[in-house]
Nanobody
Framework: VQLQASGGGLVQAGGSLRLSCAVS????????MGWHRQAPGKQRELVAI???????NYADSVKGRFTISRDNTKNTVYLQMNSLKPEDTAVYYC???????????????WGQGTLVTVSS
């Protein structure tokens, strides 16, 4: 199972970006999918998570501005980021967990990270 994130870039404060993360591989079932971020000099923090049933949870700092969604037909998770602030500047990492269909072994995987820079 591999995750490939894309969509980061440079945007002005108040602008929007949409991140995507595609999960590749075969023989698995995805459970939770999410986004974390790590700003320079800070620990990685959870941004948003979405369960297989569609339940969403957000960090307080992004509630009302970010929206997480998933397309189960494409094994892809998205993060729509609106009203971006300079403090949203960070490397954003996607992650997913699930089960391999044959062995029923659990897995958890991370994407490579995509840089989001918000200028003031």
């Amino acid at each position: 199972v591999q995750l490939q994130a894309s969509g980061g870039g440079l945007v002005q404060a108040g602008g929007s970006l949409r991140l995507s993360c595609a999960v590749s591989g075969s023989g698995f079932r995805l459970n939770n999918m999410g986004w974390h971020r790590q700003a320079p000099g800070k620990q990685r923090e959870l941004v948003a998570i979405i369960t297989s049933g569609g339940t969403r949870n957000y960090a307080d700092s992004v509630k009302g501005r970010f929206t997480i969604s998933r397309d189960n037909t494409k094994n892809t998770v998205y993060l729509q980021m609106n009203s971006l602030k300079p403090e949203d500047t960070a490397v954003y990492y996607c992650n997913a967990n699930g089960l391999y269909s044959g062995s029923r072994q659990a897995f958890g995987s991370w994407g490579q990270g995509t840089l989001v820079t918000v200028s003031s």
